[in-house]
Every structure is written in structure tokens, then in C-alpha cells.
């Protein structure tokens, strides 16, 4: 097993108990992105040379950013042929002394978990990039959140980006009916969010 700068000890850092066990959280949470978010935010947003897509499904945005030249260390949940072949619980586990920067599309049921767990897996002034539906905007829990912990950047897709259940693009590509956004959070950042609109 590699660590996160290319050697072989052991990375991953038990780092709490969950109450979910593996086989409930393969349960379809596995929607791929339309590579096409990965490339628009890229154009917004500077990132670190090392980028972890720590839910990477079957790579759909992690080739992008490995295409742009960044390093991507690619782990999931369940191993969908791309990345790491040992399972990693983005949950449960995480990357000793891992300085770069975390991108991913997460399973929507544990969202506001994987943008918590990701600020806690970064060194201040890194930056979490999450793709999330734009009505992830409301909530009382998440107010309470974004108040303490804003964004500092909302990237809104105008023109609609796909998600496709189980990497079937086929199937699903003209399942455009919602709503997405680059929620883009600077580890430290207490300021206002400013909401831009791309694509
Ligand atoms: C919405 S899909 C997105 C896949 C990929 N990020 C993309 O954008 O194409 C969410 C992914 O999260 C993975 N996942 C679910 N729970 C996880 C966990 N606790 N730790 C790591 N990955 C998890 C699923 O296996 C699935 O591949």
C-alpha cells in the first residue's frame, strides 16, 4: 500500500468508530460526474499540486485533475476499478501528515460528514472541494455549519452538469433536472461566500 507522498507504509490512521458498516454505505451511493465539473473548476480555482479524491468512484474527476498534471491520490468505499484497490472509509480513516487538497463528489447522504472530516484532514489555508446539489445551500443544520465554517466560494453551474448512477452516462445523460454547485471551502476562511456562476 502506498502512502500519500509515494512510499510504502502504511497510511491510513484509524480515527473513530462509525455506526455504519461498509455494506450500508455501498448502497447506490455511487453517482460519477460528468468529467466536465472537474474541468470548470479547475478553471476557476488554483489548487495544490496533490489533490486527494477520497470518494473516486471510477475516476471521473480524478483523471481530470491528473490530466491537468496534478498528483491524485484516488481512494473509495468501494474499489470501482480506478484508484487505490484497498477500500479507504474517507469516515473512518485518513492520510498521515497529507498537505494538498481534497476534491471530490461525496455520497450525498454523508455530506456535511466528508466536508467535515476533509476540513479535519487538511493543514490551514488548504483547500475541500465538494460538488454538491445547490439546494445543499439550505437546512438548519447546515446554517449552523456554514456559520461557523462558511465557504469560501459557491461555484453555481447555470447550465445543468450530469451525475450518472453507476458511471452510466448512457443511460442517465439526459437526467440534467438538478441542480449543481462547487462548494469551495478555504481551511481558516471566516469571511463572507461569494457565489459566481460558471459554465
Ligand atoms: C456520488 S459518488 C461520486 C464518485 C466520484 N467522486 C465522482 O465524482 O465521479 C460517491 C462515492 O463515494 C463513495 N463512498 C461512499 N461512502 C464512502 C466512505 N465512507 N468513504 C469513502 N468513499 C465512500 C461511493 O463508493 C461512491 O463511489
Known sequence: MKDWIGGKNSIYTAIGASNHTK???QN???YATEPKAA???LQQEQFHHTIWECACGGG???KVFQKAGHEVIATDLVYRGYGDPEPLNFLEETL???EGDIITNPPYKYALEFIQRALDSVKPGRKVAMFLKLTFLEGKKRKEFYQKTPPRTVYVSSSRLNCAMNGDFDTYKSNNAICYAWFVWVKGYQGNTIIKWIN
Request: hydrophobic share 35%; no cysteine.
Open 39 to 41: 474541468e470548470l473548476l
Open 23 to 25: 455494506k450500508e454505505r
Open 28 to 30: 447506490d451511493d455511487y
Open 60 to 62: 471521473h474527476l480524478a
Open 96 to 98: 498521515e501528515d497529507f
